[in-house]
C-alpha cells in the first residue's frame, strides 16, 4: 500500500531564515505530487504540483519554490521566510497519468513564523 | 476558477441524529472528493465520487454532476464524526489543481 510522510510535523522559524520542508511518498511509482497551504480555519489552496522529475508548475506566485530531486519526493522552499508564511502545509500524491485522480494527503506540517 | 461552496458553515449534532453536507460547484469537473479533517488536521479520504452513489458505512454519498452539486449523508452521528468535512474539485479538462470549498464544522454532542 502506498503511505506518504512530511518532515518536519511542526517548525517555528523567525522571519528571515530559509526553509525546507519535505515528502517523501512510499508504494507507487512516477506519482503527481502536490503542495498545499491551509491559513488557519480556511480551506486548502494549491501551491505546487509536479507530474515528473524536475517538472513543476506553481500555482501562486510568492516566496516559496518547490523541486523534485527523486521520483518520490517533494521538497518545499524559501530562502526568506514572511510572517504570511505561517501555516499548515500539506504534501499529496494521485496516481500517475491524467489528471483528476484521487488526491491522498500527507499528515501536514505546521509552520509558525516569528 | 471553479467556485465551491457548501453548506451549512456549521452543524451541531446530537449523538445519533442524521445530517446532510452540501456542496455546489460552479463548472463541469472530473474529481469531486469528501475529507474529514480530524483534530489534528489529517485529511481522511470519504470518497472520491465525481457522479453517482457511495456507501461507506455510515457515510453515503450522491453527486449529480449535470446539476453541479453533491451531498454528503452522515447517519447516526457519533463523537467521533466531529471535525471539518471539505468538499473539492478539480475542473474538466487536465485541470490537477483541486479546489476546496470552505468546509462544514460539525459538531458531535453526547
Known amino acids: 500500500s502506498q503511505t506518504i510522510h512530511q518532515w518536519p510535523a511542526t517548525l517555528v522559524q523567525p522571519v528571515g531564515s530559509p526553509l525546507s520542508l519535505e515528502c517523501t511518498v512510499e508504494?507507487?511509482?512516477?506519482?503527481?505530487l502536490y503542495w498545499y497551504r491551509q491559513a488557519a480555519g480556511r480551506g486548502l489552496q494549491l501551491l505546487f504540483y509536479?507530474?515528473?522529475?524536475?517538472?513543476i508548475s506553481s500555482e501562486v506566485p510568492q516566496n516559496l519554490s518547490a523541486s523534485r530531486p527523486q521520483d518520490r519526493q517533494f521538497i518545499l522552499s524559501s530562502k526568506k521566510l514572511l510572517l504570511s508564511d505561517s501555516g499548515f502545509y500539506l504534501c499529496?500524491?494521485?496516481?500517475?497519468?491524467?489528471?483528476?485522480?484521487?488526491?491522498?494527503f500527507g499528515p501536514g506540517t505546521r509552520l509558525t513564523v516569528l | 476558477g471553479i467556485q465551491v461552496e457548501q453548506s451549512p458553515p456549521d452543524l451541531i449534532l446530537q449523538e445519533g441524529a442524521n445530517s446532510t453536507l452540501r456542496c455546489n460547484f460552479s463548472?463541469?469537473?472530473?474529481?469531486l472528493q469528501w475529507f474529514h479533517q480530524n483534530p489534528w488536521g489529517q485529511l481522511i479520504n470519504l470518497f472520491y465520487?465525481?457522479?453517482g452513489t457511495k456507501q461507506n458505512g455510515r457515510l453515503s454519498a450522491t453527486t449529480v454532476a449535470t446539476e453541479r452539486y453533491s451531498l454528503l449523508y452522515i447517519s447516526s452521528s457519533q463523537t467521533t464524526d466531529s471535525g471539518v468535512y471539505f468538499c473539492?474539485?478539480?475542473?474538466?479538462?487536465?485541470?490537477?489543481?483541486?479546489?476546496f470549498g470552505a468546509g462544514t464544522t460539525v459538531t458531535v454532542r453526547a
Open positions: 465520487i465525481p457522479s
Open positions: 509536479s507530474v515528473g522529475i524536475g517538472q
Open positions: 463548472d463541469s469537473v472530473n474529481n
Open positions: 499529496a500524491w494521485s496516481g500517475p497519468g491524467l489528471a483528476g485522480g484521487e488526491q491522498f
Open positions: 473539492a474539485v478539480t475542473k474538466l479538462f487536465n485541470d490537477y489543481k483541486l479546489s
Open positions: 508504494g507507487t511509482s512516477n506519482p503527481n
